[in-house]
């Protein structure tokens, strides 16, 4: 099964710049909707079934570069070059809120995979933070030193958290503490 995703006539959304790349594209835990963003700011749902577009997603004023849905499928999670974190709701078909998340592009969310309880966001202001799905507050601010964080990943356990630099490190950190690990990884940039 292939599919085809043909981004609908500007006119259906109400945005006149010029067509930009889909950069992130995310599925549905379900496995029956993928939503994709676009390096124009644009965002979409798409029913995998019949290969139509569904809902657009408006409000990023630049580039998305990240995404997420959340384990009970009901919110999607974008970030992007705005600083912005959008939180939109599936089932009223809005954006719930937006959140002046870093100060610089934001380079990554993922959602705690079991329950969803927190949100982790990565930024080029050399930081990550975790928010909670309840209402959607800062739990933590965790600022690293050393360069722009390019991605963040999470254990299945919520124990440890990673992240990468785009000076090639990647650090373990234990989420209680934020604190650094003696395993610190240097990885050889190739």
Known sequence: FFLMIRRPPRSTQSRSSAASDV??????????????????????????????????????????????????????????????LRVWDLRRKNCLMEIPAHTKLISDVKFEPNNGRFLLSSAYDCSFKIWSTKDWSLGKNVSSNESKLTSVSITQDFQYIATTSSVSYTHLRAHETGRN???????EKK
């Open 181 to 187: 690990l003696v395993c610190r990884l240097l990885l």
């Open 23 to 84: 950069y992130k594209r995310q599925v549905h835990p379900d496995g029956s909707l993928v939503y994709t963003g676009d390096l124009g700011g644009f965002g979409m749902m798409w029913d995998l079934r019949t290969g139509k577009s569904i809902l657009p997603l408006f409000g990023h004023v630049k580039q998305i570069i990240c995404a997420d849905i959340s384990v009970d499928g009901y919110h999607v999670v974008t970030g992007g070059d705005d600083n912005t």
